[in-house]
């Protein structure tokens, strides 16, 4: 990321305390890539000054939206090396809310990256940027500009974004109502006052970037023996601990021949807990094809190809999870 070439926007932040929360006021521009997957004049793109560096913020707000209907938030965080523009069109969440009604936000993380915990990830680890309030800065901006259902703010991102993704509900559960995210695992302690939030994770069960099991090491990150120690099965019985389930093993939600569905139902809160395993699936569990997907980065496409290969709705899927939940108990 860079600062503000603004002089004045500059002059002012010397003048006022900014750092820790968005103002109101963002600069607005219009997104004019013609290879968006829906019509780009649907997206536009915000820029703001958080702790005087420049974050910006892609955000979809469907036509059949209006002004005095509330309507649900999805938060979308891409991986590490990716960025908004290529998670937007890559996650199939911009087909699902225009279809269903809600308004999705794709937040541009640090050089590429998310500070998500222990080791993770990147420049934004490294040099210790606050996404976390960043995020959540971000989400409260939203609910005051756009007309959301704050019963139903939902979190969900891939690989250093699902990290991220799973520190966001146990570091702000009170604002988010649920959390479903692809390909990593929570890596970041929880907040003491952590209330239990529904969680699902997607994971191939071939992925060898972010492994499923807890025997190898993860290479690509370089790191230490921290995560050795995880795994999605693991992960899975982390959040049963902190949503409070009942249940010795997790039941099988659901079996298909190339991916099956097990979790926990009897938790706290109505905190279900679900791991959607890919038989077949790799690093990325979205449903695209390697040859529909353009980058210059060699490195870039290596990361977007490790693919779905039986093209399951894994976002679908999740969202369906998501939705079913509501801050609101009546509902």
């Not at 503000?4 to 932040?13: D, I, K, Q, R, Y």
């Not at 509900?169 to 239990?196: H, K, N, R």
């Not at 569990?285 to 980058?295: L, V």
Request: aromatic letters at 12%; a negative charge.
């Amino acid at each position: 990321m860079k600062f503000t070439g603004l002089t004045l926007t500059v002059f002012l932040l010397i003048l006022m305390p900014f750092s820790g929360c968005i103002g109101f006021e963002d600069e607005v521009i219009e997104n004019s890539n013609e290879e968006e997957i829906i019509e780009s004049n649907i997206y536009s793109i915000h820029c703001q000054e958080y702790d005087y560096l420049e974050r910006c913020w892609k955000l979809l707000v469907p036509d059949s939206i209006e002004n005095d209907t509330l309507v649900p938030l999805v938060v979308d965080i891409h991986g590490y090396t990716q960025d908004m523009d290529k998670h937007s069109n890559m996650t199939g969440f911009a087909e699902i809310a225009m279809e269903e009604g809600f308004i999705v936000v794709y937040p541009d993380g640090y050089e590429n990256s998310w500070n998500a915990g222990d080791f993770c990830c990147g420049v934004a680890f490294e040099e210790g940027i606050d996404d976390l309030n960043f995020l959540i800065g971000l989400v409260e901006n939203i609910i005051d500009t756009q007309p959301i259902d704050t019963d139903r703010i939902y979190v969900s991102g891939w690989s250093n974004g699902c990290g991220m993704t799973q520190m966001l509900a146990v570091e702000a559960s009170e604002l988010f109502t649920a959390a479903g995210c692809m390909s990593f695992y929570l890596i970041a302690p929880p907040s003491s006052d952590y209330s239990p939030i529904p969680f699902m994770e997607v994971h191939g069960l071939l992925d060898d970037l972010i492994l499923y099991g807890n025997t190898g090491l993860l290479y690509v990150f370089g790191q230490e023996t921290g995560w050795l120690e995880e795994g999605a099965i693991q992960n899975l019985e982390d959040w049963k601990d902190l949503n409070n389930c009942e249940g010795i093993a997790p039941e099988i939600i659901t079996i298909q021949d190339d991916y099956d569905i097990r979790g926990y139902s009897d938790c706290e809160n109505g905190a279900e807990v679900r791991l959607m395993t890919l038989n077949y699936g790799g690093h990325n569990p979205y449903a695209k094809d390697c040859e529909d997907y353009e980058s210059d980065s060699p490195d870039d496409a290596v990361w977007s190809c490790r693919k779905n290969p039986t093209g399951i709705e894994s976002t679908r899927i999740l969202w369906d999870f998501l939705n079913d939940f509501s801050k609101n108990d009546d509902e």
